[in-house]
């Protein structure tokens, strides 16, 4: 006779403990019709959770959430996680994911879809806004390298076309001064 369970008290192996169960109570169901309103959003609900985006990831191997699990977390509403993980911001913005997605899914474009709504959240990290500042004060990230340098370089002085002005007043008249100021 084929015995189809174990009996009661038979011996069945250690108790199956999850790892960091998903607490159901927490789970946001608006979070997919947010996403999939949004320009990007479309195909969303198209992924099978095939991991090709994580295999095309370089630097997926350092995070704790994988791009296919982000957005498999979008798909299943945790709105918190997703918008609070730190990944969103580490992301290259190289978009080898979206490029080799099999179902046409833009998985970079949602990772900036969730960065803006974060920032709606007041969820930035601090060096991301750190980053904003610096940008707002001196309208680039990055130092010219020094007239005496570029002179033994057979450079230019001045770079050609560097207008930090205009960046400065972009910035300073659109959200990047709300979010550095933390008005959203
Ligand atoms: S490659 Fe596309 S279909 Fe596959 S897991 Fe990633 S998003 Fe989903
Ligand atoms: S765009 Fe971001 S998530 Fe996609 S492969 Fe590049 S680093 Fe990874």
């Given at each position: 006779m084929v015995r189809i369970m174990a009996e009661p008290d038979e011996p069945v192996g250690p108790p199956i403990t999850l790892v960091n169960p998903i607490d159901m109570s927490k789970l946001?169901?608006?979070?997919r019709e947010e996403i999939q309103s949004m320009p990007n959003g479309e195909e969303l609900s198209a992924c099978f959770a095939c991991?090709?985006?994580?295999?095309?990831?370089?630097?997926?191997?350092?995070?704790e959430y994988k791009?296919?699990?982000?957005?498999r977390m979008i798909l299943l509403g945790m709105r918190e996680e997703?918008?609070?993980?730190d990944e969103i911001w580490l992301c290259l913005t190289c978009?080898?994911?979206?490029?080799?997605?099999?179902q046409k899914v833009r998985v970079t474009d949602i990772f900036f879809d969730c960065k803006n709504l974060a920032a709606e959240d007041g969820k930035v990290p601090p060096n991301i806004v750190g980053l904003g500042k610096e940008?707002?004060?001196k309208g680039q990230l990055y130092i010219v390298t020094a007239d005496w340098e570029r002179e033994d370089m057979g450079l230019e002085p001045e770079?050609?076309?560097?207008?930090?002005?205009?960046v400065k007043k972009i910035l300073t008249e659109t959200r990047t001064k709300k979010l550095v100021e933390g008005g959203e």
């Amino acid at each position: 006779m084929v015995r189809i369970m174990a009996e009661p008290d038979e011996p069945v192996g250690p108790p199956i403990t999850l790892v960091n169960p998903i607490d159901m109570s927490k789970l946001d169901t608006k979070f997919r019709e947010e996403i999939q309103s949004m320009p990007n959003g479309e195909e969303l609900s198209a992924c099978f959770a095939c991991s090709t985006c994580t295999a095309a990831c370089p630097i997926a191997n350092i995070w704790e959430y994988k791009p296919h699990q982000l957005i498999r977390m979008i798909l299943l509403g945790m709105r918190e996680e997703v918008l609070s993980s730190d990944e969103i911001w580490l992301c290259l913005t190289c978009f080898q994911c979206q490029e080799r997605c099999p179902q046409k899914v833009r998985v970079t474009d949602i990772f900036f879809d969730c960065k803006n709504l974060a920032a709606e959240d007041g969820k930035v990290p601090p060096n991301i806004v750190g980053l904003g500042k610096e940008l707002l004060e001196k309208g680039q990230l990055y130092i010219v390298t020094a007239d005496w340098e570029r002179e033994d370089m057979g450079l230019e002085p001045e770079v050609p076309g560097l207008l930090v002005d205009p960046v400065k007043k972009i910035l300073t008249e659109t959200r990047t001064k709300k979010l550095v100021e933390g008005g959203e």
